[in-house]
């Protein structure tokens, strides 16, 4: 089956500070979506992504999707202690509805 | 207003025992799924739901049961529970199903089997 993988697993970065999750799938993806979890949350959707090579920000965050529609990117620019959590990409598998969370980047912000 | 709520929040059990957790949602959605969320974060899809049917299901043992009496409601009976059943149990829906519409979870159910 599909697998989608993150690197890397865990960061630890000061406040300030930029970070970058990376996203890589088995196969083309049709679309790919991202979401966040706050530590004891649930996951929240972000975004999504379709077009092959599309960049969509949202205020400090910037998601790519790679030309092949096989990879894609966070990046948050001036991360805060507000931003602490894992973060997830998640592509759909096949014809079914089924999406597949990548592995997850888990996030620490400190003063 | 909460859009997708399951319930209970935390379920403590000893092994053997049968349980269930319950979902709803009031976003008029389609699908409904369940996900299984281990120590280690790892978010793996267990079943899902269109309008009642099932049209997922993962290779989940057949000691998980799920059940949706009609497509706002989608209910997950676990029999027999073992240790290994111990992880984080989260409700979600969408609209068109997973592959063109976010999903909506819910709070999760923390299991904890001993």
């Known amino acids: 089956g599909q697998q989608v993988m993150q690197i890397p697993q865990y960061q630890h970065v000061q406040e300030g500070e930029d970070f970058t999750t990376y996203c890589n799938s088995s196969t083309t993806l049709s679309n790919i979506q991202w979401y966040k979890q706050r530590p004891g949350g649930h996951p929240v959707f972000l975004i999504q992504?379709?077009?092959?090579?599309e960049v969509k920000k949202q205020k400090r965050l910037t998601f790519q999707f790679g030309e092949a529609k096989k990879n894609s990117s966070l990046h948050i620019t001036a991360t805060q202690t507000t931003d602490v959590g894992t973060y997830f990409c998640?592509?759909?598998?096949?014809?079914?509805?089924?999406?597949?969370f990548g592995t997850g980047t888990r996030l620490q912000v400190t003063l | 207003d909460t859009a997708v709520s399951q319930t209970p929040k935390y379920l403590v059990t000893q092994m053997g025992n049968d349980k269930s957790i319950k979902c709803e949602q009031n976003l008029g959605h389609d699908t409904m799924y369940w996900y299984k969320q281990d120590s280690k974060k790892f978010l793996k899809i267990m079943f899902s739901y269109n309008n009642k049917e099932l049209i997922i299901n993962e290779t989940v043992p057949n000691r998980f049961s799920p059940k949706s009496p009609d497509k706002a409601h989608l209910n997950l009976h676990i029999n027999s529970l073992e240790l290994g059943d111990s992880a984080v149990y989260f409700c979600?829906?969408?609209?068109?199903?997973?592959?063109?519409?976010?999903?909506?979870f819910g709070n999760g159910t923390r299991l904890t089997v001993t």
């Open positions: 992504l379709v077009k092959s090579g």
């Open positions: 979600a829906s969408s609209q068109e199903g997973g592959r063109l519409s976010p999903l909506h």
């Open positions: 998640a592509g759909p598998e096949g014809t079914a509805s089924k999406l597949t």
